[in-house]
């Protein structure tokens, strides 16, 4: 069983930048993949950023640039870094973990972007 927790949402200002955290418990993130999706009002969940089992990274087109996912796997932490915000990243933000043909999501984390 693998829990995800997110945390580092909030109210930030176009332009600004936040740091969303996902930490995992029950299992490594080695032999599998993970990522962050986002969900905005009325849209569906979207991919953001992701880790392939061959450990390269995939972004959307629109956050390329501007977002970055990392890991640190002593912590068992999965961390995407966002700046230069805009209003349209607006969202509740998921971690996922696709381990042995399961899917496994977080809470989610809210972000808004708004002056």
């Known amino acids: 069983q693998v829990q995800l927790v997110e945390s580092g949402g909030g109210l930030v200002q176009p332009g600004g930048s936040l740091r969303l955290s996902c930490a995992a418990s029950g299992r490594t993130f080695s032999g599998s993949s993970e990522g962050w999706f986002r969900q905005a009002p009325g849209k569906e969940r979207e991919l953001v950023a992701v880790?392939?089992?061959?450990?390269?990274?995939n972004y959307k087109g629109s956050v390329k640039g501007r977002f970055t996912i990392s890991r640190e796997n002593a912590k068992n932490t999965l961390y995407l870094q966002m700046n230069s915000l805009k209003p349209e990243d607006t969202a509740v933000y998921y971690c996922?973990?696709?381990?042995?043909?399961?899917?496994?999501w977080g809470e989610g984390t809210l972000v808004t972007v708004s002056s």
């Open positions: 880790f392939t089992r061959s450990d390269s990274t």
């Open positions: 996922w973990v696709y381990y042995n043909g399961i899917n496994y």
